[in-house]
Structure formats: structure tokens, C-alpha cells
């Protein structure tokens, strides 16, 4: 029912900057906490960042602190994510989730987008 469509994705050099766009549509999606996710190969998905469904409330993983900003536009049901400072570690596919609770986004749970793809070159 929810269907979350990611853009933005691309290749950029290290230091350089990229902003990921997820738009949202369905019943209740602007009361959906929203995030992204991010699988690099070979690995794990990982968590990256969420941001609840009033924009009040944010989390992020250790790794992309200070340089991620996660931010939504309930009037767009659009969450972007801001990416300064690059890392060649930073390359990976990202995802876009959304769910009605903040943890279940946390956890990996409720629904996903196709993902796109982001590779930071040295």
C-alpha cells in the first residue's frame, strides 16, 4: 500500500556532497516515520538514519554522524538525506524505509524502496 520511490543517487568524489530524495505515497504515509538504510557488497544492510514522522525526533548510526543530515517534507511526503563529506566507505546502495513506529524503522522492519546506488570514488 505504501510505495517509496528513492532518487538522488550517483558517483562523486571523496569530500564531495550528494543529497537522496525518498517520495512517500499511501493512506497514513505523512504519519510514517521515514529512514535509509544502506548495503554495501559484500556486507550487511546497515542502518544510516530516521527521522520521525513530525521531524522532531532524529537518529543516526555512529558512522555517518556529523556528516548525514536527515530531514522530511510532510507536504512533499518526501525525507532527504544530505551527504557532506564522502568516504569511498560511504559507497553502497542506499534504501529508503518508512513505517508508523520509530524503532520498528530502526530495526529494518515495515516497508522499502528499490534503492538506489551511490559510489564515492577516490
Known amino acids: 500500500q505504501v510505495q517509496l520511490v528513492e532518487s538522488g543517487g550517483g558517483l562523486v568524489q571523496a569530500g564531495g556532497s550528494l543529497r537522496l530524495s525518498c517520495a512517500a505515497s499511501?493512506?497514513?504515509?505523512?504519519?510514517?516515520?521515514m529512514g535509509w538504510f544502506r548495503q554495501a557488497a559484500g556486507k550487511e544492510r546497515e542502518f544510516v538514519a530516521v527521522?520521525?514522522?513530525?521531524?522532531?525526533?532524529?537518529t543516526y548510526a555512529d558512522s555517518v554522524k556529523g556528516r548525514f543530515t536527515i530531514s522530511r517534507d510532510n507536504g512533499k511526503n518526501t525525507v532527504y538525506l544530505q551527504m557532506n563529506t564522502l568516504l569511498p566507505e560511504d559507497t553502497a546502495v542506499y534504501y529508503c524505509?518508512?513505517?508508523?513506529?520509530?524503532?520498528?524503522?530502526?530495526?529494518?522492519?515495515?516497508?522499502w524502496g528499490q534503492g538506489t546506488q551511490v559510489t564515492v570514488s577516490s
Open positions: 527521522v520521525s514522522w513530525s521531524g522532531g525526533t532524529r
Open positions: 524505509a518508512a513505517d508508523e513506529y520509530y524503532n520498528a524503522v530502526i530495526r529494518g522492519d515495515g516497508y
Open positions: 499511501g493512506r497514513t504515509v505523512s504519519r510514517y516515520a
